[in-house]
């Protein structure tokens, strides 16, 4: 933040009292996150920046805020927009109520789909917003080499967006074992990101020991896949911060949050990884994550920490992350320090949203360059046979609650064309990988347990994080029409039953976000997944459409298919559907 001569001057009398500010927020319970404690006192603001503290103060405007309880603005530490299917305005208007007023965001869904432009259009959408947006630029595009997506990052097409201050530092390193291996390719792109000194963020489910080790020794500075309190503990006592996730399809917090103590307090951030509209509209964002801490036994003061200051420290935004002098009037009132609902957000000093309502005119971004991004080639109905050579198989088992998925067996019927015969009674389904990047044709197949879905079929243009098309149905016929329907629309969601259309939501920004309100996307989602469920059987404990995008993520264990085929996380290989 630029400051002038005579704004420091005006600055500094404010703090003096010797001038009014511009704004004045009175009469506030202020949570100070450098002591943990809270106290009463007033909120000066000069030309954006917090002058003074305590008081009291004056202001050409005042806000009387009646006791409430006024915290830095909060911190999302990783996210992508792109799963919240709506565009980044749109997210800006959906979180800002909710007390957000800066996140990190990792654009890799888009940039696996559109390469570079995606990441541009990002940040040209990110500009339309209150919400102050930092992107890194996705370090695994694609996430491995066994599957297709729209594009492909080399460490040298990294150089130019890292030298780009508008880039914080660089995404998830999902490709765990390139850098456990040494590949000369995976340690060019780490290299390129040591000459610019930004952070790195990590992803390393499943690794301990001295593999943890070795990851955390190439600089990886962050984890978000933590799945039990000891895996929290080893990544902090190596250095790590650790992001307690708390998302539409991980619920990690409530069980992480066992490992904050007071002495590790410091390491732990907050993130959401990735949210629906839904999710947001009934629980809120970042204010739900702290009721979780809170809840949890952790003090308001300590949950307020993780998702400002340590933030803040972890992403070196020094400008920001507390109320205290010469820091940013980020600043977020809360009723109490309990439900943490959200009165006032206050960004730069200026009042962006009041009582649920975002206040700033809203306007979007021209998303043409990455808008036609579905390129289905080669398809037909018979791409979706099997040919299965025996009745013994690998299915892909659901967990429900999260992303991972188990290695399951099972014995099933075939046809004459060793195709797998559905029966609803053993909740085994088939589910394809359609590549929609480049025409190359490809089709992979497997069997998916868990579902639940009893006919029909279900489509979705979001598998992460190559993105191609995932289909999961009772029939071939279904199948293939729900791909179809896809095709069509460029993207999006959609549900079918003896090939008609019961619910179809188009996701034309890259096939992955709606250029639609949130509430509109919302109401049509809900639409969907009660016609999913009610009518073709999806499960009442899985997740309709997000349990489909992780099913085709080849970094979290341990079954995924791909475009290519189905793909042991384990082994870090493909495997036959057939068991011998």
Known sequence: MTVTRNQLKRR??????????????KDCHIVDVYTQTTRKGDIVVSDGVIAGVGGPYEGK????AKGAYAAPGLIESHIHIESCYVSPEEFGRLVVPFGTTTIVADPHEIVNVCGLKGLDYMMKAADETALDIHFMVPSCVPATPFDHSGATLEAKDMEAPLADDRILGVGEFMNCPGILEGQDAVLDKLITAYGTGKPIDGHSPGVHGKDLQAYISAQILTDHECF???DAEERVQSGMYVLLRNGSACHDLPKLVKAVTPASLRRFLLCSDDLHPKTIFEKGHLNE?????VAAGLSPEAAITMGTLNAADCYHFDDRGALAPGKRADIVLFEDLKDFKV?????EGQKVAENGEYLRPFTRADYSSVGSSVTIADFSEEKLVMHLQSDHVRTIDIMPGGVVTGKGEAH???????DFIFDEKDDIIKVAVVERHHG???VGLGLLRGYGLKKGAVAVSIAHDSHNIIVTGASNKDMAAAVEVLDKQKGGMVAILDGQVLAAIPLPIAGLMSDKPAAEVDAAMDDLYDKARRILGVSADVDVIMTLCFMSLPVIPKLKLLDTGLFDVEAFDFVPVELS
């Open 12 to 25: 500094i009398a404010v703090a003096r009292g010797l001038e009014p500010g511009d704004l004045v927020i």
């Open 61 to 64: 405007t005042v806000i009387d």
């Open 228 to 230: 039990s309190k000891s």
């Open 289 to 293: 994550h702290l009721r979780l801490c």
């Open 343 to 347: 009165k006032a957000t206050f960004i």
């Open 412 to 418: 099933i019927r075939r046809d004459e064309k060793g």
């Open 440 to 442: 190359t044709g490809n």
